[in-house]
T-cell receptor, first 112, second 119 residues
Framework: ELKVEQNPLFLSMQEGKNYTIYCNYS?????LYWYRQDPGKSLESLFV?????AVKQEGRLMASLDTKARLSTLHITAAVHDLSATYFC????????????FGTGTRLKVLA | GAVVSQHPSRVICKSGTSVKIECRSL??????MFWYRQFPKQSLMLMAT?????????EQGVEKDKFLINHASLTLSTLTVTSAHPEDSSFYIC???????????????FGSGTRLTVV
């Protein structure tokens, strides 16, 4: 059974601090997606990672992918309150079903 | 960019009635659409994969007679919750895979979600 686990599940941090969210998955895949969800809202696409070693950055967020370790990270630099949300990673299956399997989610709260 | 419209955004229905949720790709053709269910403060659980012109593929544990999916065209998939009960109350989200192959590069587009409350 495919598992996609995120760590931590809940993160409370002060503004200005750095932190990393981890996404581990249990199957072979070369496509990993990060999404943001605000309360009561749908998903906003953040990053698309499609190869081993891929690194992408947007503002205070940076995502990376290590397909050999089956690990993706989402690094937050100098957090601000507006980053408070739930972050999900999703693994794209390569078997032809085109399914995404979502991680457990990380609820981030940035304290002013 | 690709837009997926989901309707209604909120619906309250009485126990025992059926509710239909629509998912439309507005500016692209979607061979495949996906339906997810999300409970409060939990992750998205894939319910089924909807393929245009064929029967939907349901994930293990999802009742196909309870959650009827129809993908009648390349731009429309519907989810009907039949004989709804309070335990069916949840946030339902659809996503669409672009037929032209750009989905791998850009990722799937998600609808805005439907909050279903069964009373």
């Amino acid at each position: 059974e495919l598992k996609v686990e995120q760590n931590p599940l809940f993160l409370s941090m002060q503004e200005g601090k750095n932190y990393t969210i981890y996404c581990n998955y249990s199957t072979t895949s070369d496509r990993l997606y990060w999404y943001r969800q605000d309360p009561g809202k749908s998903l906003e696409s953040l990053f698309v990672l499609l190869s081993n070693g891929a690194v992408k950055q947007e503002g205070r967020l940076m995502a990376s992918l290590d397909t050999k370790a089956r690990l993706s990270t989402l690094h937050i630099t100098a957090a601000v309150h507006d980053l408070s949300a739930t972050y999900f990673c999703a693994v794209g299956l390569t078997s032809g079903t085109y399914k995404y399997i979502f991680g457990t989610g990380t609820r981030l709260k940035v304290l002013a | 960019g690709a837009v997926v419209s989901q309707h209604p955004s909120r619906v309250i229905c009485k126990s025992g009635t059926s509710v239909k949720i629509e998912c439309r790709s507005l500016d692209f053709q979607a061979t495949t659409m996906f339906w997810y269910r999300q409970f409060p403060k939990q992750s998205l659980m894939l319910m089924a994969t909807s393929n245009e012109g064929s029967k939907a593929t349901y994930e293990q544990g999802v009742e196909k007679d309870k959650f009827l999916i129809n993908h009648a065209s390349l731009t429309l998939s519907t989810l009907t919750v039949t004989s709804a009960h309070p335990e069916d109350s949840s946030f339902y989200i659809c996503s669409a895979r672009e037929s032209t192959g750009g989905a791998r590069v850009y990722g799937y587009t998600f609808g805005s979600g439907t909050r279903l409350t069964v009373v």
